[in-house]
T-cell receptor, first 115, second 113 residues
């Protein structure tokens, strides 16, 4: 069974710092890996998706990397801002013989950026 | 283009009552799925569908039924609500092809007394 772990569970840093969120997964037979942001009481917003054949994706101040062989992904946030405060979720889509099944999620990293 | 919509936003049920959580998408996505989010457990897959008339079970399907009669709609039915089904429910959709980016609805917060 695929398991996804996110470290740290919580992180509080001053504004302007660069930071790294970590995600690891146990089954390397993934279709893709997706990073989401969730604000309190809200739904999930997709930030970045990395397909299994890719090594990284970038969007603005965000950069996500994928090392499928070691079962790891990182989300790098540059020059953090108070508006980045949220819970960040990592999810993998497992490939099955008949196509892709649902996402397996980590429990998230709760990020607070101090002004 | 409304994306993925869910109704209702909030619901309170008594144990044993039944109800249907609605999910609709206007992106012509083949793949739709339901998740529940519980504190300390993260999001877990309940049921999913790869197209009209096709559904399958996820990790936690017990106590829930689904059907997919149209591409746009994927309702989740609670047959006899239990307190253990108190949770936040999210619906998601994607194309059934690369890159399979999943788009989520705003969620339904359900409390079962």
């Amino acid at each position: 069974k695929q398991e996804v772990t996110q470290i740290p569970a919580a992180l509080s840093v001053p504004e302007g710092e660069n930071l790294v969120l970590n995600c690891s997964f146990t089954d390397s037979a993934i279709y893709n890996l997706q990073w989401f942001r969730q604000d309190p009481g809200k739904g999930l917003t997709s930030l970045l998706l990395i397909q299994s054949s890719q090594r990284e994706q970038t969007s603005g101040r965000l950069n996500a990397s994928l090392d499928k062989s070691s079962g790891r992904s990182t989300l790098y946030i540059a020059a953090s801002q108070p508006g980045d405060s949220a819970t960040y979720l990592c999810a993998v889509l497992l490939y099955s013989g008949g196509g892709a099944d649902g996402l397996t999620f980590g429990k998230g990293t709760h990020l607070i950026i101090q002004p | 283009n409304a994306g993925v919509t869910q109704t209702p936003k909030f619901q309170v049920l008594k144990t044993g009552q039944s109800m249907t959580l609605q999910c609709a998408q206007d992106m012509n996505h083949e793949y739709m799925s339901w998740y529940r989010q519980d504190p300390g457990m993260g999001l877990r897959l309940i049921h999913y569908s790869v197209g009209a008339g096709i559904t399958d079970q996820g990790e936690v399907p017990n106590g829930y039924n689904v059907s997919r009669s149209t591409t746009e709609d994927f309702p989740l039915r609670l047959l006899s609500a239990a307190p253990s089904q108190t949770s936040v429910y999210f619906c998601a959709s994607s194309f059934d092809g690369n890159p399979r980016t999943q788009y989520f609805g705003p969620g339904t917060r359900l409390t079962v007394l």
